[in-house]
Structures are given as structure tokens and as C-alpha cells.
């Protein structure tokens, strides 16, 4: 065996590198299916704006222009898919963390909420008044209501209204790194879930939605929450919509 004839300690050596190298790799893998996700939910915006822009299309433009419209919608769904296939490798590593005020990022989703949502579903926005200052990754925060958006979307099946609420509340327990907590909650009027979906729901990789689905949209949205000292949780019953609420610690803006 090539084992015994090394020294102990090369042995040992070896035996680190390859540990680390591993965990590179994990972290690799990781960080990929967490931008292979983001990706989908950003080409799902793409083929929504491209869909309404075909309807309004008028006069009927030139066969020349009605053929590319069609190249460029149907490449971005093949991409779709093909993100989605990617999707069976990990998840969720981590952006840069930055001091941001909350209340204007959530209005910065707005537009993108709203392309994601389609326009047959309503978006109502019941947003916190007073200057908090939140800590994490702004564009992860943002592809958190993305993912919970395209939830609350499949759940409506077509339509309903979502509701984008936040506000600040005194820290559930002692152990939170701030005084408040900024609580974000998606609302939406869909199906709901049943009691083994509920159970599952935040694992990784679990989906009720077959081809369509990773299983990877809330668990990256509780991970997302508690890395940042935050976390994460629902309410839901069937028949009667699902709200996802998102808590991180917060501070009033000096
Ligand atoms: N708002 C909701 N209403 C009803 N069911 C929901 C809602 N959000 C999540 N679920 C259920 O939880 C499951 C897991 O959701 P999750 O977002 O993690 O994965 P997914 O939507 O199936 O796939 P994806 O990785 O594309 O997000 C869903 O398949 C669905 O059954
Ligand atoms: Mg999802």
C-alpha cells in the first residue's frame, strides 16, 4: 500500500490538503447553486417583461422582428431550464455584508417583485415608516423576496394580491444582537399548505412542484436570515395563503 510506505507525518500532510481542498469544493459547489438560483429567478423576470412587451406589440410588427422576439423569449426559457438542472448541486454560501437603509430596498424591489409577479397579481405594500438600518447582503435580501415572490405567485396560480409588509418590533428574546427587529413578511391569498408540506417545506431540496422546482428557494431564504443573526418562519393553512416572514436584527438610522 502506497500508505505505509509514507511517513507519518507526510501522511497527515496529505491528508489536510485533501480535507481542504474538499471543503473548497464544497463551497464551490455551494456558491454555484446559489447563483445558478438567482440566475432563474432573474431570467423569470426577463421572460415576464418580454411576454408583456410581446402583447403590446402594435401595429404587428415585421416577420423579421416577430422572429427574433421568439428567439429571444425561447433562449431565455431554455436557459431557465437549464439553470434549473444545475440547480442538484448545493446551496447558498453567502454575499458581502453592508449597513443599508431597509425601507428604500424594499422599495427598490418593488419593480422587480412586480415583473415576477406577472400582471394579473396585485402587489400591495404595507412598509415600515421610520430609517432602520439592517446588516447583510443587500442583493441577497433581494433575491430572498424574489424566491418568496415566486412562491407566493405559483401558490395563487394566476391570481390574487401579494402583500410586501414590514415593521419593527421590540427583539423576541435576549439572545438578538439588537434591541429591534426589522420583520418582513410576504402575504399572499394562495393555496397554502398542508401539514407535510409545512413540516418540509424549509428543508433543502424539498419541492411539491416536480421538474419545476429545486427546493431550494425558502431554505436559502432561512439561511440567508441566520447567517445574518436573523431568522426565518411561516404561517400557512390550506386554502387560506401563506405568510413567509423574514426577521433580521435592525437598528434606527443616526
Ligand atoms: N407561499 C407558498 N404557498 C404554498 N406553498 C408554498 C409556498 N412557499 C413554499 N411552498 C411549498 O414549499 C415547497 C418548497 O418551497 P421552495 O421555495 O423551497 O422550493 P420550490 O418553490 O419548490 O422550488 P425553487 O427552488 O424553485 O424555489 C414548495 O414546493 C411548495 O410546496
Ligand atoms: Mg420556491
Same mark, same amino acid.
Given at each position: 500500500?502506497? %500508505? ?5 507525518? =507526510?501522511?497527515?500532510?496529505?491528508? *489536510? ?6 471543503? &473548497? ?13 438567482? #440566475? !432563474? !429567478? ?11 412587451? %410581446?402583447?403590446? $406589440? *402594435? ?12 428567439? +429571444? ?16 448541486? +448545493? @446551496? ?13 430596498? $424594499? ?9 415576477? $409577479? ?15 438600518? /439592517?446588516?447583510?447582503?443587500?442583493? %441577497?435580501? %433581494?433575491?430572498?423576496?424574489? !424566491?418568496?415572490?415566486? !412562491? =407566493? ?9 401579494? @402583500? ?22 410576504? /402575504? ?8 407535510? /408540506?409545512?413540516?418540509?417545506? #424549509?428543508? &433543502?431540496? #424539498?419541492?411539491?412542484? +416536480? ?6 428557494? $425558502?431554505?436559502?431564504?432561512?439561511? #440567508?436570515? &441566520? ?9 400557512? =393553512?390550506?386554502?387560506? +395563503?401563506?405568510?413567509?416572514? /423574514? =426577521? ?7
Amino acid at each position: 500500500m502506497i %500508505e505505509s510506505s509514507m511517513p507519518r507525518a =507526510a501522511q497527515g500532510r496529505e491528508r *489536510d490538503v485533501l480535507h481542504g481542498d474538499l471543503q &473548497r469544493l464544497a463551497a464551490l459547489g455551494e456558491m454555484t447553486a446559489a447563483a445558478v438560483h438567482d #440566475f !432563474n !429567478n432573474l431570467l423569470q423576470v426577463v421572460v415576464s417583461a418580454l411576454r408583456v412587451i %410581446e402583447g403590446q $406589440l *402594435d401595429p404587428v410588427p415585421a416577420q423579421d422582428v416577430k422572429d427574433l422576439f421568439a428567439q +429571444g423569449l425561447s433562449a431565455a426559457q431554455r436557459a431557465a431550464f437549464l439553470s434549473r438542472r444545475l440547480l442538484s448541486y +448545493g @446551496t447558498a454560501s453567502g454575499g458581502t455584508a453592508t449597513r443599508f437603509e431597509l425601507g428604500a430596498a $424594499l422599495r427598490g424591489s418593488v419593480p422587480m417583485l412586480r415583473w415576477i $409577479l406577472g400582471t394579473r397579481i396585485g402587489l400591495r405594500q404595507e412598509l415600515h415608516e421610520e430609517p432602520l438600518v /439592517v446588516e447583510c447582503c443587500p442583493h %441577497e435580501l %433581494e433575491q430572498g423576496l424574489l !424566491n418568496l415572490a415566486a !412562491n =407566493a405567485r405559483d401558490a395563487m396560480s394566476g391570481t390574487g394580491t401579494l @402583500t410586501l409588509r414590514s415593521e419593527v418590533v421590540p427583539a423576541p428574546s435576549p439572545s438578538w444582537p439588537t434591541e429591534n427587529v426589522a420583520v418582513i413578511s410576504v /402575504v399572499d391569498e394562495g393555496c397554502g399548505m398542508p401539514e407535510v /408540506v409545512q413540516e418540509k417545506a #424549509f428543508e &433543502r431540496y #424539498f419541492t411539491t412542484k +416536480g421538474a419545476g422546482g429545486s427546493g431550494i428557494g $425558502l431554505f436559502a431564504v432561512r439561511e #440567508f436570515a &441566520r447567517r445574518n443573526g436573523g431568522d426565518a418562519w411561516f404561517r400557512s =393553512a390550506p386554502g387560506q +395563503g401563506t405568510t413567509v416572514t /423574514v =426577521a433580521l436584527p435592525c437598528r434606527p438610522l443616526d
